[in-house]
């Protein structure tokens, strides 16, 4: 690791992490100039908005329960605004691919026959900042058609014909994520601010001369004030680049509790550049254990693996969200389907692919216009869903559901859900969450975990519930009252079955678990103090506060 007096700075932007090969490409003066700008002119608004999620979060712990918005009232009301139509490429989203912007993975994804491959540069790619640049070199390379592969086994990887490749959605990092290898002014930038600016400098205008567009999707919102803040960031950017207004489209995901109470206004404030929403239900399970981990039974869930679509809460907020999209003309865009094929167990891919099918089956049928696979081969599981919905049409805007009446009680009622809490659950959860922190020190944030490929959301999910089973003195199907000392215990029997290897990092990922698990302040994501502790280049890392301001939950 370099020290800060191998940092290097101009106008007032300081890298400080080893330089990486080719970097240069991306980091160049006048894109680092350009990202500056869009910091300079959003940083405080950001720390405002990150300051009012801790608020309303402690609002929500003292018993306030979200509903939706007086103040905004006339914005649902009005019956004639509309976003913008579709852009150039996504019209027909039937079905998209999602994965982290590494070489393999970018050229599996682009061959994959999907509509759309969701570029992810945020929960299933560790930030580390070699990660950061290469897959925007990896982007850039795509787009010009450069980016063959060889693999060590000797397997070569080339993109096919232009014409067969599906459109680029980039997701950025989300609000609360810094960048501390890029300080402007001396504090560390947004980490979603670095990933759009650069992908946007770089690429708009080539993207524009293939007759598609800038594309984004929009992680982690959980209001309308912070879906604004990124209207203005596009706003900005098209501007600096001269660009028409309008040319950038971003896709929303819906997954915080609180975002699914404002899911038109979130539409309104991006209307100019909105496509759509997203179900995000993995991370939307987590942000539910978040905001209500410590008000009682009536929010705590089961088992991780018995909380599915077909709880009331979750067809609550799946059937308002496509209401909500097709009212205003935007796509309505189903969860993933995490599962991974495995081909030397036939049986077990059979089972596996009718969960999809039936998975994706509900989705079209309840009017979404696509949905996510994480997997090639069940591109045309999902694609043979929609086709048998949608036929010739591209999409299913059409669709108005207006038989669902919008509930805000609804999307709280987590006390239907139906299951239990079993030991099994208990060690799963641990077992799952070790392993994928694991993975994520080692650079990799898709984990592929007993056929399922996760990312950083089902860790969440496992180390929250543990959080609040614990706190709530839960109880098992068995009678057995969950305390802290039993989860250690547990602990302790899992990690001695995890099978070591050389140069693994599971002593480092039972800290981090421990920490965000076991501890009586919870973190709000599990990747701020792993990034702090385990990613960021710091000169002397006993110099950097152990809690951020964002760390910990209010």
């Not at 908005?49 to 929500?60: D, G, K, M, P, Y």
């Not at 490749?165 to 290898?181: A, M």
């Not at 947004?190 to 984004?216: C, E, M, S, T």
């Given at each position: 690791m370099n020290s800060f007096t191998d940092n290097f700075t101009i106008n007032g932007i300081t890298l400080t992490a080893q330089p990486i090969c080719r970097q240069g490409e991306v980091l160049t003066p006048d894109a680092l100039a350009f990202v500056a700008k869009?910091?300079?002119?959003?940083?405080?608004?950001?720390?405002?908005?990150?300051?009012?999620?801790?608020?309303?979060?402690?609002?929500?712990?003292?018993?306030?329960?979200?509903?939706?918005?007086?103040?905004?009232?006339?914005?649902?009301?009005?019956?004639?605004?509309?976003?913008?139509?579709?852009?150039?490429?996504?019209?027909?989203?039937?079905?998209?691919?999602?994965?982290?912007?590494?070489?393999?993975?970018?050229?599996?994804?682009?061959?994959?026959?999907?509509?759309?491959?969701?570029?992810?540069?945020?929960?299933?790619?560790?930030?580390?900042?070699?990660?950061?640049?290469?897959?925007?070199?990896?982007?850039?390379?795509?787009?010009?058609?450069?980016?063959?592969?060889?693999?060590?086994?000797?397997?070569?990887?080339?993109?096919?014909?232009?014409?067969?490749?599906?459109?680029?959605?980039?997701?950025?990092?989300?609000?609360?994520?810094?960048?501390?290898?890029?300080?402007?002014?001396?504090?560390?930038?947004?980490?979603?601010?670095?990933?759009?600016?650069?992908?946007?400098?770089?690429?708009?205008?080539?993207?524009?001369?293939?007759?598609?567009?800038?594309?984004?999707?929009?992680?982690?919102?959980?209001?309308?004030?912070?879906?604004?803040?990124?209207?203005?960031?596009?706003?900005?950017?098209?501007?600096?680049?001269?660009?028409?207004?309008?040319?950038?489209?971003?896709?929303?995901?819906?997954?915080?509790?609180?975002?699914?109470?404002?899911?038109?206004?979130?539409?309104?404030?991006?209307?100019?550049?909105?496509?759509?929403?997203?179900?995000?239900?993995?991370?939307?399970?987590?942000?539910?254990?978040?905001?209500?981990?410590?008000?009682?039974?009536?929010?705590?869930?089961p088992d991780r693996v018995q909380v599915t679509m077909t709880a009331p809460f979750m067809r609550a907020y799946t059937e308002q969200l496509v209401r909500a999209c097709h009212k205003r003309g935007a796509m309505a865009i189903g969860g993933m389907a995490a599962a991974v094929p495995n081909r030397k167990d036939e049986e077990a891919n059979a089972i596996a692919f009718e969960k999809v099918r039936a998975d994706k089956t509900r989705e079209a049928g309840d009017g979404f216009d696509g949905s996510w696979v994480a997997h090639p081969d069940l591109v045309p599981v999902c694609r043979e869903v929609f086709d048998g919905v949608l036929g010739d049409r591209p999409n299913q805007l059409d669709r108005l559901r207006e038989d669902v009446t919008p509930d805000d009680r609804a999307l709280l009622d987590i006390a239907s859900t139906k299951g239990t809490i079993t030991e099994q659950g208990i060690r799963n959860n641990i077992e799952v969450g070790i392993r994928y922190i694991e993975s994520w020190l080692r650079g990799n944030g898709a984990v592929a975990i007993h056929n399922l490929m996760e990312d950083a959301a089902t860790a969440e999910i496992s180390r929250s519930q543990l959080w609040q089973w614990i706190f709530s003195r839960a109880i098992t199907d068995q009678g057995e009252i969950i305390t802290r000392h039993w989860v250690e215990e547990l602990l302790d029997e899992e990690f001695a079955r995890l099978e070591r290897f050389e140069g693994d990092r599971f002593a480092d990922a039972r800290d981090i678990f421990e920490e965000v698990t076991l501890a009586d302040a919870f973190p709000t994501f599990l990747t701020l103090p792993a990034y702090s502790r385990f990613l960021h280049e710091a000169r002397d890392r006993t110099e950097e506060p152990v809690e951020d301001a964002e760390l910990v939950a209010a």
């Open positions: 869009l910091h300079r002119a959003t940083a405080e608004r950001r720390q405002e908005l990150l300051q009012a999620r801790r608020t309303r979060r402690a609002e929500i712990a003292k018993g306030q329960d979200p509903r939706f918005l007086r103040e905004t009232e006339s914005v649902r009301n009005d019956p004639n605004w509309r976003v913008a139509p579709p852009a150039p490429g996504l019209e027909d989203r039937r079905v998209e691919i999602t994965g982290p912007v590494d070489k393999k993975m970018t050229i599996n994804a682009l061959n994959s026959g999907a509509k759309v491959w969701l570029a992810d540069m945020e929960d299933s790619s560790t930030p580390s900042w070699r990660n950061v640049i290469q897959g925007q070199l990896n982007l850039t390379d795509a787009l010009e058609r450069r980016i063959d592969f060889t693999s060590p086994e000797g397997k070569d990887y080339k993109l096919r014909p232009a014409g067969e490749l599906p459109t680029i959605v980039v997701r950025p990092r989300g609000w609360h994520l810094p960048e501390k290898h890029m300080l402007i002014d001396g504090e560390p930038i947004a980490g979603g601010i670095v990933d759009f600016g650069l992908y946007f400098f770089h690429n708009a205008r080539r993207l524009l001369a293939q007759g598609k567009g800038p594309y984004f999707y929009l992680p982690k919102i959980e209001n309308h004030l912070e879906a604004r803040l990124w209207n203005d960031i596009f706003i900005l950017a098209q501007d600096l680049l001269g660009i028409p207004q309008g040319t950038i489209r971003a896709t929303v995901l819906i997954e915080t509790i609180t975002a699914s109470f404002e899911m038109e206004e979130i539409l309104y404030e991006l209307r100019d550049h909105a496509a759509g929403l997203n179900a995000g239900r993995w991370d939307y399970i987590f942000s539910m254990i978040k905001n209500f981990r410590t008000r009682g039974p009536r929010f705590v869930l």
